[in-house]
């Protein structure tokens, strides 16, 4: 899904001078699955906020940390591999960028919720109280251990 939302806005008004449009949120919490009769697949993205012109290497980024477990306590090995099969199954070719795009997607999120919540934003205190910047800081921390057997 996220390479056909790439394809279908590469070149338009809506992406600029950027690649494509991106959707800048991909985690499970923001993928509506339905059963198709083969198990939950995914049918829609939701929540657009965050969309805006970008490269494709952001939205497969986010989606490796998300769905590849590039967090603290995973096996290394395994992240790499699951995020090839993600990358391979995008058809996306170059992945020389692709640890460092997951470490700023996890330094912009640990920091976005901080100053929003600083800033009196009643969710992103809900999340920073919840333990969600020490869990991203703890995942890019993790990354930045492992950044030699992730590539």
């Not at 949120?25 to 993928?31: E, F, Q, R, T």
């Not at 912009?108 to 919840?130: F, H």
Request: proline share 3%; charged share 25%.
């Amino acid at each position: 899904m996220a390479r056909e939302l790439h394809d279908l806005t590469a070149g338009t008004a809506l992406a600029g001078e950027s690649e494509t449009v991106c959707h800048n949120d991909l985690w499970p919490g923001n993928i509506v699955y339905r059963d198709l009769g083969q198990g939950l697949r995914p049918v829609a993205f939701i929540d657009w906020d965050l969309a805006s012109p970008g490269a494709r290497l952001h939205d497969v980024a986010r989606l490796c940390w998300q769905y590849a477990g590039w967090w603290e306590g995973s096996d290394p090995a395994e992240v790499r591999r699951r995020s090839q099969v993600i990358c391979e199954g995008y058809g996306l070719g170059d992945r020389s960028e692709l640890v460092e795009t997951v470490l700023w997607w996890q330094d912009r999120c640990w920091r976005g919720i901080d100053q929003a919540a600083e800033a009196g934003d009643p969710a992103m205190v809900r999340l920073r109280d919840s333990g969600a910047v020490k869990q991203v800081k703890a995942g890019y921390a993790w990354v930045a251990r492992h950044r030699a057997e992730l590539r």
